[in-house]
């Protein structure tokens, strides 16, 4: 189908560097601050890298002036979906899909995650119609919502 389910969650493995979490913290207000021009930063605990994708020439400008530590991960992604993009998917997903009961951002793959008690071939197809293949996954949560 083409859409990306998830079924388990990553485990998560420490803390980030003093480095990278000063860089996650400095980036958090610098993307919140300018919505348009970044996406989320995430710190990928798995990775031990932080995240960092810029929307916009802008983005990148701001992002250039920032002070990088010494030691810290990073990979950077231009062209990402800004902040306001994922925020509106992510609305427009809870609209259009009356099974998602949970969204959250994936910054790491610059897409949002939305969560569902069941998962069949109709709500994939209907993410695809809706979405593309790439920019919204599916997460599977049979227990977690108990409405």
């Known amino acids: 189908n083409g859409v990306n389910v ?5 485990p998560v493995n420490g803390p980030p560097s003093a480095a990278n979490a000063a860089l996650n ?14 996406g989320y930063p995430d710190y ?5 890298v932080l995240y960092v994708n810029l929307a916009t020439p802008r983005g990148e400008e701001l992002y250039a002036g920032l002070k990088i530590p010494e030691g810290a991960r990073v990979v950077v992604r231009k ?6 993009e994922l925020d509106a998917i992510t609305r427009k997903a809870y609209d259009v899909i009356p099974e998602f009961y949970e969204g959250s951002i994936d910054g ?3 897409r949002v995650v939305m969560t569902s008690p069941s998962v ?5 197809r209907r993410v695809k119609e809706h979405f593309g ?7 599977w ?3 977690g919502h108990t409405n």
């Not at 990928?44 to 031990?48: C, F, I, R, V, W």
């Not at 062209?79 to 306001?84: L, Q």
């Not at 069949?120 to 994939?124: A, G, H, I, N």
């Open 6 to 10: 998830i079924f388990i969650e990553e």
């Open 25 to 38: 913290s400095a980036m958090r207000t610098l993307s919140e601050e300018n919505p348009d021009d970044f």
């Open 44 to 48: 990928n605990t798995q990775d031990k």
């Open 79 to 84: 062209g990402a979906h800004s902040i306001t």
């Open 108 to 110: 790491k793959n610059d």
């Open 120 to 124: 069949s071939r109709d709500l994939l």
């Open 133 to 139: 293949p790439d920019l919204v996954a599916v997460r």
């Open 141 to 143: 949560q049979p227990f």
